[in-house]
Each structure stands twice: as C-alpha cells, then as structure tokens.
C-alpha cells in the first residue's frame, strides 16, 4: 500500500494502537511522533490531524489503556473488596504496556471516563460513604496504583535487603522475609487493604 493511501485510511484509533505496539518496543523516552511516523508508514505532519503534539498524543493513550480495561460494576459486593478489586484491575492495565504508569502519571481523567467515575462513586455512596469520602477514596488508591506500578515497572534486581545482617537486623529481614514470601499480587492487594482499612476505620463504615 503506498503511503499516500495509507495517510487516507489512517484514523485515530489506529494512531492510538500504533502508539501503544511502539511504547511497548520502545518504550516512553524514545516515544516520537517522528518514531511514531515511521511505525505507521506515513510522513509525520499526517499525525497532526489527530493529535497536534506528543503530549497529547501520550494524554490519548493514557485514556485508551483506562477505556480498554473497564470492568462491570459488583451488584452485591462489599465496598472493601471492591477497590482492592479495582485496584487490581488499574494495576493490571498499567503492566500491559511498557511504561505504562509513567504514561499515566500526571494525566486527569478525561471526559470519556466521567460516566464511569460516576458510577464508581455512587456505588461507594450507596454504601455509606459521603460523595467527598468516595472521591478521596478513588484517588487515594489511584495514586498509589501508580506509584506501586512506577517501583514495579523501573525495578532493578538487588539483594540488599535479603543480604542484611539477620542478627543485627533481626525484625527487618523476618518482616522482609514474610513479605517476599506472599509473592507480588498478593503483596499488592495486603498493601491496598491496608489504605482501605483506613478508609474504613476514618468513616466508621463496615459494611
């Protein structure tokens, strides 16, 4: 196909997609839309007709990862383990990509995602929970999906800590040691129960 027909059939969506198979070969720092051009066989001014920059390109992509994993609300289903179950759910699509809670950190929810930020708050309101509690709750625990995630994904290998002194050190490496032991999901969801039992403890609410 020459590139003048492939320019013609180029939509947004398949900039977006093109996008997130080159984050994943390349990653966030060598992302361009010169790089991104070339990914999709076109000359780089053609991208401009759906994203004006790179940050907007990256704001797009951010969204798409969040819209791709949209899971169905709980009809019956304790508000407690549905965020951890949310969280998890963030945690995953944000290890679907390289990079990908570098892409999301910094980014607001956009306008496509409103509606099911609704109904994430409403469900949590139902619950007890006031609609300023609710939001606090969301972003809380988003914010420490993406930080978890950022630690996760820029990880190098170091055996400091299994390396310590145990007679020296002996409540750190047995904490340590407990904590390796659960394995990397079940660490996450203990951690994320931990925010939510705070949560829980500072509105009162158990249900």
């Not at 320019?7 to 992302?31: H, K, P, S, W």
Request: hydrophobic fraction near 45%; charged fraction near 25%.
């Amino acid at each position: 196909m020459s590139e003048k027909n492939t320019a013609m059939r180029l939509t947004r969506e398949t900039v977006l997609r093109g996008a997130l198979a080159l984050l994943n070969e390349i990653g966030i720092d060598a992302l361009s839309t010169r790089r991104l051009a070339q990914h999709l066989g076109v000359q780089s001014p053609t991208l401009y007709w759906h994203f004006k920059n790179k940050a907007e390109l990256l704001k797009a992509m951010a969204e798409t990862i969040m819209l791709d994993h949209r899971e169905e609300l709980p009809a019956d289903m304790p508000w407690q383990d549905w965020v951890v179950t949310n969280a998890g759910n963030f945690r995953r699509a944000l290890l679907a990509y390289r990079d990908g809670a570098r892409l999301h950190a910094g980014t607001r929810p956009q306008e496509s995602q409103f509606a099911i930020i609704e109904a994430k708050v409403a469900l949590l309101c139902r619950a007890g929970l006031t609609p300023e509690r609710a939001v606090n709750v969301l972003f809380a625990v988003g914010r420490f999906v993406v930080g978890w995630v950022l630690e996760e994904q820029q990880m190098q290998p170091d055996d400091t800590l299994n390396d310590a002194d145990r007679q020296r050190y002996p409540l750190l490496c047995e904490g340590w040691d407990t904590l390796q032991d659960k394995g990397a999901d079940a660490l996450f969801e203990a951690s994320v129960r931990l925010l939510v039992d705070g949560a829980e403890g500072r509105t009162g609410n158990r249900q």
